[in-house]
C-alpha cells in the first residue's frame, strides 16, 4: 500500500477533521513533520528482524492471569466531586461547547 501523501489538501482535510484552524505556515510545517514521520516509519519497515528472537510478550496467554478480586470502594459524593469544578450544572460540569453545528463531530452524534 502507498503511504499517504502528505500535501496541502491532505493537511487541511486533516485539520478539518480535527476541527483545527491551522495558518499557511502551520500547515505546511505540519505536512512536512508528516512526511519526516511515515518515511522513518518506512524505513523502520525495512529492518531485517528475521534473526531477532521472539519474547514471551508475543503470547499473553501463556501468562497466569494477574486477576484481582472486584472490592466495592466508596467513592466521591456529587458534591464532593463536583466542589472543584469552575463551573456546574444540575447534570454536572459545565464545559464549553466545542463542537460547532455542521462540523464533523456532529455526523458522528458528538454534541
Same mark, same amino acid.
Request: hydrophobic content about 45%; aromatic content about 4%.
Given at each position: 500500500?502507498?503511504?499517504? =501523501? #502528505? +500535501?496541502? !489538501?491532505?493537511?487541511?482535510? %486533516?485539520?478539518?477533521? $480535527?476541527? %483545527?484552524?491551522?495558518? +499557511? @505556515?502551520?500547515?505546511?510545517? %505540519?505536512?512536512? +513533520?508528516?512526511? =519526516?514521520?511515515? !518515511?522513518?516509519?518506512?524505513?523502520?519497515?525495512?529492518?531485517?528482524?528475521?534473526?531477532?528472537? *521472539?519474547?514471551?510478550?508475543?503470547?499473553?496467554?501463556?501468562?497466569?492471569? $494477574?486477576?484481582?478480586? &472486584?472490592?466495592? &470502594?466508596? *467513592?466521591?459524593?456529587?458534591?464532593?466531586? %463536583?466542589?472543584?469544578? $469552575? @463551573?456546574?450544572?444540575? =447534570?454536572? #460540569?459545565? /464545559?464549553? *461547547? #466545542? /463542537?460547532?453545528?455542521?462540523?464533523? *463531530?456532529? $455526523?458522528?452524534? /458528538?454534541?
Amino acid at each position: 500500500m502507498q503511504p499517504p =501523501a #502528505f +500535501d496541502r !489538501a491532505t493537511v487541511d482535510h %486533516l485539520a478539518a477533521l $480535527a476541527a %483545527l484552524s491551522l495558518s +499557511d @505556515r502551520e500547515a505546511e510545517s %505540519l505536512a512536512r +513533520d508528516l512526511r =519526516a514521520i511515515v !518515511a522513518y516509519v518506512e524505513e523502520l519497515g525495512a529492518v531485517d528482524t528475521s534473526e531477532v528472537p *521472539g519474547d514471551d510478550t508475543r503470547d499473553v496467554t501463556s501468562v497466569a492471569p $494477574a486477576w484481582r478480586p &472486584d472490592v466495592l &470502594d466508596p *467513592g466521591l459524593t456529587r458534591e464532593e466531586a %463536583l466542589g472543584g469544578a $469552575a @463551573r456546574t450544572t444540575e =447534570a454536572g #460540569f459545565a /464545559v464549553p *461547547g #466545542f /463542537v460547532s453545528a455542521g462540523s464533523a *463531530g456532529t $455526523a458522528r452524534g /458528538v454534541r
